[in-house]
């Protein structure tokens, strides 16, 4: 027979999900404390108690509870630098795969033209898309 002691009592409102980084399982009871909001990856079960819904690590931000997913899709931001690729050159737009939900979009008036000219983009700009990125390119 083994004897485990607790090094702190716990109670039964107590949730390990408040330590940092804790992992979880769909359905864990992340907090029964009715003062917290319920964010991506959880739901709040007839008691308002907050469950996940996803396995993953459990985020708290303030008064928000949230679980990240062990796997999910990037979803960029303003300011990150990304790779991708051009899968498609679309009327003033290349579309490029970057491994998120969506495909981003690349505008011709957001591309420098080569030479380095500032100027209006024009219908001949667009007739040379092709020239400048096709299909398969790699651009960060």
Known sequence: MIDIRLSRETSEEESPAEEINFFVTPGFVIS????????????????????????????????????????????????????????????????????????AILLLTSVNLPGGELRRKTEEDELMMRNYLEVGDLIS
């Open 32 to 103: 029964s404390d009715p003062g917290f909001m319920r964010g991506h990856g959880t739901w709040a079960d007839e008691d308002d108690k907050i469950c996940a819904t996803v396995a993953g690590t459990v985020e708290r931000i303030n008064k928000l509870y949230s679980v990240r997913p062990q796997r999910s899709r990037y979803s960029g931001e303003v300011g990150d630098v990304v790779v991708g690729r051009i899968v498609e050159v679309q009327h003033k737009r290349w579309s490029v795969d970057v491994n998120a939900r969506l495909n």
